[in-house]
């Protein structure tokens, strides 16, 4: 008897240990328009649904970034809180559902940020996601440019705080030939410039469950054939007019539309995400990021200045 209250007090700890760490999870995209802010927007609602508290950094500028998609007029982001003219929580805005932390000019500008300056981000990012379950990433774009023949990664001088640390790396992707090449180009990129070895796969705008299974399948086949890495389903989003109205009116279709099958497949999705194994307790998700977030600038900074010669 004593044994088992032991048991629970012991299980009772390790959950709020790993209550209190923040799950860092990026959304990414091997090309535009397959939807991976759509795909950020309705997970963290539906993680919010599932009772989880949730920041979203959005990485990208406007127009069309997930701060447009939800309405979201910023007045400060992350780059004016490392520069002192706002505290942490003035740069997060509020959904109602998640919170939104607008990090696209911090991350262009990372490369030329000072010591005082990376440590005041470090902190900022610990105030901001201080108390939340999930940290999610929406990615910016990366952009392969050509020089001499060879082809260099970039995203026009900015990093991503997506491919940084421990991250749980989210895979958005269509049924498309070139959703699926685009794809598979961006797993392999990963997983041999920031020595990813397991990706999760989200199959957006899939015609049914079948089709989007039969799509992952032919990923991981080619995966497993020729890189040392790991892809790992986690569903598909079907096509769903509902869907679309509901970013029309700037809402997630869990809110806007419980009932329709897209809000069903991101409740699956959110619950599949959920289900991973959980941060190691006592690591400190978000400074991993950062560390590696800087370390990714000054890599950076050689191939930015090889595209000037």
């Known amino acids: 008897m004593r044994s088992d209250l032991f048991g629970d007090q012991a299980e009772g700890l390790r959950r709020l240990l790993v209550r209190n ?6 959304v990414v995209a091997g090309k535009a328009r397959v939807g991976r ?32 998609h939800m309405g979201l007029t910023p007045r400060f982001d992350l780059l004016d809180v490392v520069r002192g ?21 911090a991350m262009a ?10 440590q005041q981000m470090e902190l900022s990012l610990t105030e901001a996601s201080t108390g939340m379950d999930v940290m999610l990433v929406d990615a910016a774009m990366q ?4 020089s001499d023949g060879h082809v260099l990664t970039t995203s026009r001088g900015a990093v991503s705080s997506g491919l940084a640390g421990d991250a749980t790396m989210l895979v958005v992707t269509d049924a498309t030939a070139s959703g699926i090449t685009e794809s598979y180009a961006l797993i392999k990129r990963l997983a041999l410039e920031n020595a990813r070895s397991q990706f999760e796969i989200v199959i957006n705008k899939a015609d049914n469950e079948a089709a ?29 007019e509902r869907l679309q109205r509901a970013g029309q009116l700037g ?9 329709a099958a897209s809000a069903h497949a991101y409740t699956a999705l959110a619950q599949g995400l959920l289900r991973l194994p ?17 370390a990714q600038a000054r890599q950076r900074q050689v191939p930015e200045k090889l595209l000037t010669m």
């Open 212 to 240: 989007a299974r039969a799509v992952f399948d032919n990923m991981a086949r080619v995966a497993r054939q020729n890189l040392s890495v790991r892809l790992s389903y986690l569903g598909g989003i079907p096509r769903d």
């Open 278 to 294: 959980v941060p190691d307790i006592g690591k400190d998700n978000v400074r991993g990021m950062l560390h590696g977030l800087l």
């Open 143 to 146: 952009v392969s440019s050509a």
């Open 21 to 26: 760490q923040t799950r860092v999870v990026t």
């Open 251 to 259: 809402k997630a279709v869990t809110a806007a539309f419980p009932d």
């Open 109 to 118: 500008a990372m490369g030329q940020l000072s010591r005082a300056e990376q």
């Open 85 to 105: 003219q706002c505290h942490s929580q003035a740069a997060v805005l509020q959904t109602g559902e998640f919170s939104v932390l607008p990090t696209a000019r």
């Open 37 to 68: 802010t759509s795909v950020a927007v309705n997970l963290a609602a539906a993680l919010h649904q599932a009772g989880r508290d949730v920041l979203v950094l959005d990485e990208n500028p406007a127009p069309g970034n997930l701060s447009d």
